[in-house]
């Protein structure tokens, strides 16, 4: 595996083209999200958090290879160091250590930021991130049999989770 040479950096409004084209190639392949177009930028500025927008940059331009970025889990404030994680890798810098570079750079901002627990949502045929986010400490909770619709198919969902050791 090739380990890309890269730095990091915020989502903002001036890369979310990029941004957004990543996420639009991981709904695609019909194993990322139930969702089936990837938001405008001001959907996804009212969505996820404000706090630890990351994307991964090639090292020596402004290209996006990747991004990462915090979706609130519950309003109450028992629930306030608890998100779920959302991380998309552009087709072609997969298996070149971008999403491992992403995954290690949030967890450390995530923890920074005051979150204890971070989750995530992923299909079961989704082994690239499984593996990802198990190499990461997340532990399978469980697999919610026939969670939601797509495509008029019901699909199941593993919820996974990492507690960080700060807390």
């Known amino acids: 595996m090739k380990t890309e040479k890269i730095r990091l950096s915020e989502i903002s409004k001036e890369n979310y083209d990029q941004v957004r084209k990543i996420y639009q190639q991981g709904i695609d392949t019909g194993n990322a999200s139930f969702q089936t177009v990837a938001l405008d930028f ?25 991004w990462a970025a915090l979706l609130p889990v519950s309003t109450m404030d028992s629930y306030r160091g608890v998100a ?24 450390e901002a995530s923890e ?3 979150f204890w627990t971070l989750q995530s949502l992923i299909f079961p045929e989704n082994e690239g991130s499984l593996a990802l986010h198990h190499a990461f400490g997340f532990k399978t909770l469980c697999i919610h049999e026939l969670l939601g619709e797509m495509n008029g198919v019901f699909r ?8 960080s050791s700060k807390f």
């Open 42 to 66: 001001k959907s996804f500025d009212t969505k996820y958090l404000a706090a630890c927008r990351l994307t991964a940059l090639e090292e020596d331009t402004d290209k996006v290879l990747g």
């Open 156 to 163: 199941d969902v593993a919820r996974l989770e990492r507690r």
């Open 84 to 107: 779920e994680l959302s991380l998309y890798v552009a087709e072609e810098a997969r298996g070149r250590g971008v999403g491992k570079f992403l995954m290690e750079q949030l967890i």
């Open 112 to 114: 920074k930021a005051g």
